[in-house]
């Protein structure tokens, strides 16, 4: 498995500003997902973070709400944009392992929007 | 469109007894399943995975799951429970392409009794 850290862990922000989140992977990995979770509840995929190229969004997730960069194959950040009370959220960061095909996961980062 | 349900929310045994956590997907093709365990104010752990060969699939802390393509199931099983057993569990389905899209489960609570 992959060792995952994420930055920050939780943030507490105003309705309005925007959060960087930063994923940071142990080893070079091909495929990079960012997730949204509620606590307790499943996980939703917004997009695949592609090195060298713009992410792949899921419906309901859009670029300018979301920018995601991928420097590398070991970087990536995930920005929520204008935020709102409802993007108060667990912010997942998780890669697959190659030829393995399961995901190791990130801690997450704990956002409340005020 | 691949899909996963946990039919249940919630499943309550006492330790020592067998547990069993359901789950049904629907895909396009050759499934790739997986169980994931959430524990609490921990990050989200790879259990267990289908990708081919045999039915019977055994994973990590003595879970194993069982494979029915008939029945379109992937059930977790465990032979004796514990209390330290109770988490979250998600299963998940990939897209068997190199999008590797996972879809999870709603997630079903398991509480362990003693």
């Known amino acids: 498995s992959a060792v995952i850290s994420q930055k920050p862990s939780r943030d507490i922000c105003q309705r309005g500003t925007s959060l960087t989140i930063q994923c940071q992977v142990d080893s070079q990995v091909t495929m990079m997902f960012w997730y949204r979770q509620q606590p307790g509840q499943s996980l939703t995929l917004i997009a695949t973070a592609n090195q060298g190229s713009e992410a792949t969004y899921e419906s309901g997730f859009v670029i300018d709400k979301f920018p995601i960069s991928r420097p590398n194959l070991t970087f990536s950040t995930l920005t929520v944009s204008n935020m709102s009370p409802e993007d108060s959220s667990i912010y997942l960061c998780?890669?697959?392992?190659?030829?393995?095909?399961?995901?190791?996961f990130g801690p997450g980062t704990r956002l409340t929007v005020t | 469109a691949q899909s996963v349900a946990q039919p249940e929310d919630q499943v309550n045994v006492a330790e020592g007894n067998p547990l069993t956590v359901k789950c049904t997907y629907s895909?396009?093709?050759?499934?790739?399943l997986f169980w994931y365990v959430q524990y609490p104010n921990r990050g989200l752990q790879f259990l267990l995975k289908y990708i081919t060969g045999d039915n019977l699939v055994k994973g990590s802390y003595g879970f194993e799951a069982e494979f029915n393509k008939s029945q379109t199931s992937f059930h977790l099983k465990k032979p004796s429970a514990l209390v330290s057993d109770s988490a979250l569990y998600f299963c998940a389905v990939r897209d068997n392409t190199n999008a590797g899209k996972s879809t999870f489960g709603d997630g079903t609570t398991l509480t362990v009794k003693p």
């Open positions: 998780s890669v697959e392992i190659s030829g393995s095909y399961e995901q190791s």
């Open positions: 895909v396009s093709g050759n499934p790739y």
